[in-house]
């Protein structure tokens, strides 16, 4: 299971012009190549008047599956630096439409590769990038005379507080990013005096805009 990696938050639009030609931008997270199909014609529908809808995405824990579409833009012009930009940014499981409406100027090869780079960055902005960090959820069991201490060392540390559980004895739910479970084990043994069970309980995702 991967642990930390880059994607977009959620939809994201935007649009530029350049020499007249307006470029709308579409962007949406995928995790499987079906869902980046079924977005891609979702955008076509909304633009049949469009010059082109060309696509990109980038899809997997190895990134795995990569297409690229010029929709009759010149050969490796549109769809291949439009993955370029994905690619570079390091995100995975993202699709983007980028749809021109042509102005009557022609831009050039190289000229439609930084235009169709230039969307896409753009629409990247607009979807807000985000990176995904595998936590775990870690059962504390202790004795009711300890929750005191523990709850308020654990709200005033760097992991997260999801849920107390009162039963016969007390559970705490915490949150702990994966690689520090061995230290959090480590710091709820020494202030328990090694009072409390200590459990794994399931992982989970948490995500944190990057700036």
């Known amino acids: 299971m991967r642990e930390n990696y880059l994607t977009v938050k959620g939809y994201g639009e935007s649009e530029i012009v ?3 030609s307006r470029f709308l931008t579409y962007i949406e997270r995928a995790e499987t190549e079906e869902d980046a199909l079924i977005f891609i014609e979702r955008i076509k529908k909304m633009h ?3 010059t082109h809808n060309c696509s990109a995405y980038i899809i997997g ?3 795995h599956i990569q297409k690229a579409n010029d929709d009759g833009e010149p050969s490796g012009t549109a769809g291949v ?3 370029e930009v994905l690619k570079k940014q390091g995100l995975k499981d993202t699709v983007v439409v980028v749809t021109r409406y042509f102005g009557g100027i022609k831009l ?3 000229g439609l590769i930084r235009a169709y780079g230039k969307a896409t960055t753009e629409g990247l902005l607009a979807a807000q990038v985000v990176e995904r960090k595998l936590h775990h959820s870690m059962k504390v069991a202790i004795d009711y005379t ?3 201490k523990v709850e308020n060392e654990i709200r005033s540390s760097v992991y997260t507080l999801e849920e107390i559980r009162y039963l016969d004895g007390v559970e705490v739910i915490v949150s702990v990013l994966k690689e520090d479970e061995e230290v959090f084990r480590n710091w709820i043994t020494e202030i328990t ?3 409390a069970i200590i459990s794994f309980e399931h992982a989970h995702f948490i995500e944190f805009n990057v700036k």
Do not use: C, T
């Open 81 to 83: 630096p439009m993955l």
């Open 61 to 63: 824990e190895h990134d």
């Open 193 to 195: 005096n090694g009072q």
């Open 146 to 148: 300890w929750l005191g």
């Open 108 to 110: 050039g090869g190289g």
């Open 48 to 50: 049949r008047q469009a």
């Open 18 to 20: 350049i020499s007249k």
